[in-house]
């Protein structure tokens, strides 16, 4: 997929994100924003919610809304 390793998958901590997002950890903004424009989601925002060691390692997360 666009040369990107998938990591774990799993639930996000709260399941009441409408939209889909792109969350990032530290210095990892402009590869969430890469990220976000190849799969089309428009919304990049910092970790919110969810602690850099849920990432199991990533740099960024994908949360698909509802």
Known sequence: MHGYTIGTVGNAPNADHTRS????RGRFRPEAIRLAKDLGIKIVT???GMSAGALDGAHVAVIVGS
Do not use: I, K, S
Not at 21 to 24: E, G, H
């Open 21 to 24: 997002l792109v969350m990032y």
């Open 46 to 48: 910092p970790l919110d």
